[in-house]
């Protein structure tokens, strides 16, 4: 089974802060995808990867970046926090060999910005 | 753009079947997904169907597409307690790439 780890389960930073969420796989998989989870707007994409060193933005980039040096590991950063970013943060990843949307989900870091 | 609407939530009993509807508006979807998110948990795909198929069954899962409506539902037979979660509907389209577009997400809960 592939794995997707997300390093915390649970963040508490403050406005203003520097904040990296962590998403690694265990299997030799293309896409990451980083997406935030609010009620009732479902999930929203931020940024995504098909492969080493490239990332791409998806419908709500601001306030992100991503970093993607080796294809296992995927991360999302926020450059300065702010209390409109606390929210759950899923990252996910897909095998293009499963076909298209077959992804496999990390348990979520719920991050709190005070 | 692309957009997915679903009803926030549903209560059903025990034993009684279930049927969550999710609407989309992007005509050009190639496959439509149910994803199913348990308390704590990431999201694990259910099922997925492609846009030139009506219907799909899969144990106690039946999903229905209506492309002329661009109508999805999952209909879950002799719903269990343990059927309760978040259920998201999503889909990827020509051109999309890999993305997937989520839904708002339908609460289901459960009763005795």
């Known amino acids: 089974d592939v794995k997707v780890t997300q390093s915390s389960r649970y963040l508490v930073k403050r406005t203003g802060e520097k904040v990296f969420l962590e998403c690694v796989q265990d299997m030799d998989h293309e896409n990451m995808f980083w997406y935030r989870q609010d009620p009732g707007l479902g999930l929203r994409l931020i940024y995504f990867s098909y492969d080493v060193k490239m990332k791409e933005k998806g419908d709500i980039p601001e306030g992100y970046s991503v970093s993607r040096e080796k294809k296992e590991r995927f991360s999302l950063i926020l450059e300065s926090a702010s209390t409109n970013q606390t929210s759950m943060y899923l990252c996910a990843n897909g095998d293009r060999a499963l076909g298209l949307g077959s992804y496999t989900f990390g348990s979520g870091t719920r991050l709190t910005v005070v | 753009g692309e957009d997915v609407e679903q009803s926030l939530f549903l209560s059903v009993r025990e034993g009684d079947s279930s049927v969550i509807n999710c609407t989309y508006t992007d005509s050009s979807s190639t496959y439509l997904y149910w994803y199913k998110q348990e308390p704590g948990a990431g999201l694990q795909l259910l099922t997925y169907?492609?846009?030139?198929?009506d219907m799909k069954q899969d144990q106690r899962l039946t999903v229905l597409l209506n492309k002329k409506d661009k109508h999805l539902s999952l209909r879950i037979a002799d719903t269990q307690t343990g059927d309760s979660a978040i259920y998201f509907c999503a889909e990827s389209f020509t051109g999309g790439g890999n993305k997937l577009t989520f839904g708002t997400g339908t609460q289901l809960k459960v009763e005795l």
């Open positions: 169907i492609f846009s030139n198929m």
